[in-house]
């Protein structure tokens, strides 16, 4: 009896031995007390053999199961710092923290030379290194969006990504509701590090931005301390440009404060030629005209702010944000005007001598200001259990406004047939209160969830008047005045289940929003209101395959709820041959997006491949009509639904050390169907983008890079946008670590021309726009005792979208 006693005991303790026990804990930088990412955590046997090993994750975190029985120790390896190796004895459950000592020795130089990717794909995102997309630095963030696959740019400004219009645009992941546009406007290209593209974005970020959300990673700094980084750029050849800016960083264990400043001027000549004809009642019209066409961009801000981290759990940080927005686009106009009553009436028709009717000239300047404010506050707890709470409250005022001058004068005696002068004063005022929570269900599976409500109020008061040149009286026409006040509220929730096994990662998630929308003005009898609720589910797949290669699978719902300025029931006469007016009742835009994604690396390539289709209902456009010989009213509306259904492609190939290559493209068929106002109830095209960079390095120090982009002619609601073909080419030196030069050639091919073009049957437009932005740039950025934690930029979260 005894023996067999003995023999269960030595049974059961053998099992004991033999259990799989979890081992975790973190691994940082001994004397600074930082987190070092990606060290290798291994355990030791008692022949002091590797017999199981993990990766520390972002935040130096590492877990792995392995037999009690066979640990005899540690050894943690990380680059730049010295070897430890342990003889620790571990319980069930340990939880171990390493310490790590910088090497202090000196060695011989030794250049070590290495390519980031310039992009990279993740289960919900395709990432983009900015410095490698081409001839950037000197520039803005839009010059850097222009170089990905997915987003092409027109003459006008107007930016789509795959045949939509508007993205929710982030910065570090903060959300702001401004334009693509007006964010990359105002960074530096220089300050950027990753531009992220989310096509098929997951339930816990906002369901606005119909084509989904870019998200903008400033340039971080990895030590404690403090330190300066000022860039500046310049050209003294027509036109010109400068600006720079400067950041102040002071960074302790604890705190982590920065102040940054920058300013920009940015001029482009211009000239603009173009047709309009009308069949106007009884007569046909003829106006040809042609002249400059400069524009002037002013931007300068001011950032500050500071996070208190008081324990690795918790941090507390707060921003503000001031920033002056101006563009002035001037143009001096001569008009050649003719008309016709011939029967049959007909707008191509030859238009002679004997049907001249008139030849004047007109000035038209139109400015845009605005003034923002922006006051942030963030709050972030993680809990014993690895759950983590998290809050952000955003007030945001802004003041949007600005002067139009429009003159038309007889030539050649100067006659003054026309002049009216309009303001607009618009303030805004807006909230965001966000709170999120994300707790672990177990080792592969966690949940988060979350609410938030925003709120915006944007008042216009909006005049306009015309000169009576008998009695010479300014005086008001009461179709181009009004005063409004909007009022939209969203309340949002959202719940999401992220997981993964082995080779599979997966997310998917529900989330609901409630727009309420109401608008009053003086021209209405009653107020327009919108209550809507909306559900967005969401869900992405990926899966690794073996030989390095993913293949992943997303699906979204967005919404892109319409502008102030889309609104806007009432005229605006923004040019001579254009009103503008909204329309309060503007629905918002709904889209479907589906998209099946394959990577594969090879050790000096890679490839991605990307499919997909997007389907968008109450597509808004600005279509237009006649309103009388020689304007044509621009209208937003509601005018169809669109489908774009393509297929991406990104490549990159390094044939010697010295040679790197970067490719992309893009090609969809894109239509527009059930257009309310057109003539056509559908039209359709093949799209399709090229963009490319190649580098050289012409010595340790030396870099020759040169980027080409094409766009292809695409069609509109009412006609179609013509193709564009830029180039830039650049050289960058790099002096030491702390100072660097850039020259920059841009448009080295003077091609930076488009026309654009609407029809109907009873008007025909199209203008060709040119721009003069054949310069060349050069950049000095310069370090100063640089280190630190990356600053926390933050931007308006509605003001500029109606900018």
């Not at 040809?288 to 500050?304: D, K, L």
């Not at 929730?493 to 003086?522: M, P, V």
């Not at 190939?653 to 790197?660: M, V």
Request: positive net charge.
């Amino acid at each position: 009896m005894k023996f067999r006693i003995c023999i269960l005991m030595l049974f059961t303790l053998a099992a004991n031995a033999q259990k799989n026990i979890s081992i975790k804990g973190n691994v940082v930088d001994k004397i600074t007390q930082s987190a070092l990412s990606f060290a290798s955590v291994a355990v030791l046997d008692n022949d002091r053999k590797i017999i199981a090993g993990a990766t520390t994750n972002e935040n130096g975190q590492f877990e792995f199961w392995v037999k009690s029985d066979k640990i005899n120790g540690f050894r943690v390896n990380y680059v730049g710092y010295h070897t430890l190796d342990t003889t620790l004895i571990v319980n069930q459950n340990s939880s171990l923290n390493f310490g790590l000592t910088p090497q202090t020795q000196l060695l011989k130089e030794v250049t070590v030379s290495a390519e980031k990717a310039t992009s990279q794909m993740q289960m919900d995102k395709q990432i983009f290194n900015a410095e490698k997309l081409g001839n950037t630095t000197a520039g803005t963030g839009l010059d850097v969006l222009q170089r990905l696959p997915s987003v092409t740019i027109n003459a006008e400004g107007k930016i789509l990504m795959r045949g939509n219009a508007e993205f929710l645009v982030t910065v570090n992941g903060k959300f702001t509701n401004q334009t693509a546009a007006d964010v990359l406007a105002q960074l530096p290209a220089n300050t950027i590090e990753n531009i992220e593209i989310l096509t098929s974005p997951s339930a816990s970020v906002d369901a606005e931005g119909k084509a989904g959300i870019i998200n903008i990673t400033t340039k971080k700094n990895a030590t404690n301390g403090w330190g300066i980084i000022a860039n500046g750029n310049f050209s003294q050849i027509s036109p010109q440009r400068y600006g720079g800016d400067i950041t102040f960083y002071d960074n302790r264990n604890k705190f982590n404060s920065y102040l940054t400043a920058n300013y920009r001027q940015y001029s482009i000549g211009g000239y603009r030629e173009g047709e309009i004809r009308t069949i106007y009642r009884d007569t046909a019209t003829y106006s040809a005209s042609g002249g400059e066409r400069p524009t002037t961009e002013q931007v300068y801000g001011i950032r500050a702010g500071t996070s208190y981290s008081p324990n690795k759990t918790t941090n507390l940080s707060t921003g503000l944000f001031y920033g002056y927005k101006q563009n002035d686009r001037i143009a001096n106009l001569f008009y050649n005007q003719y008309q016709s009553s011939r029967l049959p009436l007909n707008l191509f028709q030859v238009f002679g001598n004997e049907t001249f009717e008139r030849k004047f000239y007109n000035q038209n300047l139109f400015v845009r200001t605005g003034k923002f404010f922006t006051s942030q506050t963030d709050f972030s707890k993680v809990f014993a259990n690895k759950s983590k709470f998290s809050a952000t409250a955003i007030y945001e005022f802004s003041v949007l406004g600005g002067p139009l001058r429009n003159q038309d004068n007889v030539e050649p005696n100067g006659k003054l047939l026309l002049m009216e002068r309009s303001d607009e004063t618009s303030p805004l005022n807006a909230w965001r209160l966000q709170a999120d929570y994300a707790v672990p269900l177990n080792k592969n599976l966690n949940f988060e969830t979350g609410v938030q409500w925003r709120t915006v109020r944007h008042q216009g008061d909006f005049v306009f008047e015309r000169l009576n040149i008998s009695s010479i009286i300014w005086e008001k026409d009461p179709e181009f005045n009004d005063k409004l006040d909007l009022h939209q509220n969203v309340s949002a929730a959202y719940l999401q289940f992220n997981g993964k096994n082995k080779n599979l990662s997966y997310r998917a998630g529900l989330r609901a929003e409630h727009t309420y929308r109401t608008l009053t003005h003086l021209r209405g009898n009653a107020p327009v209101n919108l209550s809507q609720l909306d559900w967005f589910p969401s869900a992405q797949v990926l899966y690794k395959l073996p030989q390095e290669q993913e293949i992943k699978l997303g699906y979204s719902k967005r919404i892109d709820r319409p502008t102030t300025k889309s609104l806007s029931p009432f005229k605006n006469h923004r040019h001579s041959e254009a009103i503008w007016i909204g329309d309060p009742n503007l629905l918002p835009e709904i889209s479907h997006n589906v998209e099946l994604s394959y990577n594969k690396n090879w050790s000096k390539s890679r490839l991605v491949l990307s499919a997909y289709s997007t389907f968008t209902n109450n597509l808004i456009f600005r279509t237009n009509a006649s309103y009388n010989r020689i304007i044509l009213l621009t209208i937003a509306t509601n005018a169809g639904n669109s489908n774009a259904t393509g297929l991406e492609m990104i490549s990159e190939f390094q044939p010697a050390k010295w040679w790197r290559i970067y490719a992309s493209g893009n090609v969809y068929q894109f239509s527009i169907r059930n257009i309310s106002i057109s003539d056509r109830n559908q039209t359709q095209s093949t799209n399709y983008n090229l963009n490319g960079n190649m580098s050289f390095r012409i010595t340790p120090k030396l870099n020759l890079r040169w980027d080409a982009s094409y766009l292809s002619r695409s069609v509109t609601a009412q006609g179609f946008d013509t193709d564009l073909f830029l180039s830039n080419i650049g050289l960058k030196y790099n002096f030491s670590k702390k100072l660097s030069a850039d020259l920059i050639f841009q448009n080295i091919f003077d091609s930076n021309v488009q026309r654009i073009t609407t029809q109907s049957p009873v008007f025909y437009s199209s203008t060709e726009y040119t721009k003069s932005d054949r310069i060349l740039l050069l950049n000095l950025s310069y370090r100063f005792n640089e280190s630190g934690k990356s600053s926390k930029n933050i931007k308006t979260e509605y003001g500029e979208k109606d900018f």
